[in-house]
């Protein structure tokens, strides 16, 4: 071998080598990048069951913004600024009371000093009926007939589902501080704040904004969460 060759040799080598620590370090950045965003900014999760229908449905893949209310100590529930506190009518997802392992979804009703009381199936905030309009009946794979009503909470208009499974009573409760009450969509078949209280604020995992993948329901893709 000459020494021409044995140059370009020694200088593929050094190519190469400097282009597997650029894929190298363009990964390693990929993956910190990705953590960031995970820890601070933005995390998927799947809807695993139904207690949010018409809102979610059982499949929806949405993305939550981890940030809108604070920045956390990542891996702990310890915030190191917080930023705004959720109001109502918020979809959050949080750690769930009884089993901090898992992840709930519901959305607010009650912010902190807030009364809520449901009287005879109608839900009041501080003494006052929350109004809702008849908007067709709801019928689905899983739901036999229910009645799909507009809730108007403060400004934000959603759609509920009542079953008539039952005229409810409960409470009054005054929501503690730096705490909410949450509700599912689904008002007849929701595990929320009727059966074990409140939300600690700290205990959130960030507000949902979209849904970025449905299946099998494709209409719904890129669809805001209200």
Same mark, same amino acid.
């Given at each position: ?5 044995d140059?370009?040799?020694?200088? &593929?080598? =050094?190519?190469?080598? &400097? ?12 993956l910190?990048?990705?953590l ?15 207690s ?6 059982? @499949?929806?893949?949405? /993305?939550? %913004?981890?940030?809108?209310? @604070?920045?956390k ?8 600024m ?20 898992k992840?709930?979804?519901k959305?607010v009703? @009650?912010?902190?000093?807030? =009364? ?9 905030? #501080? ?6 309009e ?10 036999? /007939? ?24 409960? $409470?009054?409760?005054?929501?503690? =501080? %730096? &705490? ?5 969509d %689904?008002?007849? #078949?929701?595990l ?9 604020? #700290? ?7 979209i ?10 893709? $890129?669809? /805001?969460?209200?």
């Open positions: 071998m000459n020494k021409k060759t140059n370009r040799k020694q200088t &593929s080598e =050094k190519k190469k080598k &400097s282009l597997f620590r650029e894929y190298l370090e363009a990964a390693i950045i990929a910190l990048l990705a960031f965003i995970r820890a601070f900014v933005i995390q998927a999760f799947k809807i695993p069951s139904g949010m229908k018409p809102t979610l449905l059982i @499949g929806d893949h949405i /993305l939550v %913004n981890k940030f809108i209310y @604070g920045i100590v990542p891996f702990t529930d310890r915030y190191i917080q930023i705004k506190k959720p109001k109502r009518g918020d979809v959050v997802v949080f750690k769930w009371p009884k089993d901090e392992r992840d709930f979804i959305r009703i @009650g912010i902190e000093g807030d =009364k809520i009381e449901i009287k005879d199936d109608v839900l009041y905030v #501080n003494d006052k009926k929350i109004e809702i008849y908007i067709a009946k709801y019928k689905d794979e899983n739901i036999t /007939l229910a009645d799909k009503y507009l809730e108007l909470l403060d400004k934000s208009n959603h759609y509920i589902l009542d079953e008539y499974i039952k005229h409810e009573n409960y $409470g009054p409760v005054i929501v503690p =501080k %730096n &705490s909410i009450f949450v509700m599912g %689904n008002r007849d #078949n929701s929320d704040s009727r059966y074990w209280h409140f939300v600690s604020i #700290n205990k959130l995992k960030g507000k949902a904004i849904i970025y993948w449905s299946w099998p329901h494709w209409s719904r893709f $890129g669809h /805001l969460i209200r």
